[in-house]
């Protein structure tokens, strides 16, 4: 049994004609997890996050800016890549309440893991800014909750999009409850991840060069980003499930293969059964390729729903 989130409000973001993060990306998901094989997900609309919640990671400043803004002609244009429609504010709420409501469904049981496929994505968004196609830090803002309401010491935020969750490396490069672990191309936007970016000893980034491939993954993760995430014992694994780094996605110039996602997601799987009561939240992010997103979602999921 796995929870799904989601709510129509997430397809009517439209950030402009000809951006990859369009509305085809969650439909196209959406219909594929539309499928017998799936009969065990339990489909939950998401609710909206509340400003309690947002406010935990976000500057009443950028809270405001979002909800606040109006779009004139149906598009407001907050940096080159991040636009706003006139459905983008309630999409970027329910995107970040999806998360905040999974924590609390998995924290409550008897179900233990949730995928939130939702948009617009979130971990470029910072306290203050929206970027990279990100409004709130839909993760952030759920592990906030987590410490929050629910006590936790140790929350565990895998990052594994091909770009680096620069907004969550910045909300939480302070706080040692969280450990933050990404593996990401580099160089590539945001230019941010380095292997000596450390936070206060909780953050571990694995930069990848263009080209790397199914086994430069694996090993990395095998080797680097699953040791550490078993020394540190999270009782949450909290997910940036991003699927640009399959080799057809166009914004970037990893070669990872479907297979490669079931393989991270079976262990991901394993460390939360070995640490967290088998809890896992996990959010979609980006991958821009809709057969290989839709892939990567199909294998991630099915890992997910393995008893
Ligand atoms: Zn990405």
Known sequence: MLYLYTHPACLNHVPGPGHPE???????????????????LDRIQAPRATREQLLRVHTPEHVERILGTHPVDDLAVLDEDTLMSSGSAEAALHAAGAACAAVDAVMR????????????????ATADRAM?????????VAAAHALAMHRLKRIAIVDFDVHHGNGTQ???????????????????YPHTGGADETGCGNMLNAPLPAG??????RGTWHDVLLPRLHAFRPQLVLVSAGFDAHRDDPLADLALKTDDYAWLSERLVDLARAHAHGRIVSCLEGGYDPGALCAGVVAHVTELLQD
Do not use: K
């Not at 049981?109 to 470029?124: L, Y």
């Open 170 to 188: 910045a909300i939480f490069a302070t706080e040692s409850r969280v450990l933050y672990v990404s593996s990401h191309q580099a160089p590539l």
């Open 212 to 217: 790397t491939a199914s086994a430069g993954f």
């Open 109 to 124: 049981g008897p179900v233990t893991r949730a995928f939130c496929a939702v948009r617009p994505p979130g971990h470029h």
């Open 22 to 40: 369009s509305p085809r990306r969650l439909a196209a998901v959406l219909e594929a997890l539309d499928h017998d094989r799936f009969a065990a």
């Open 132 to 140: 990279g196609f990100c409004l709130f830090n839909n993760v952030a």
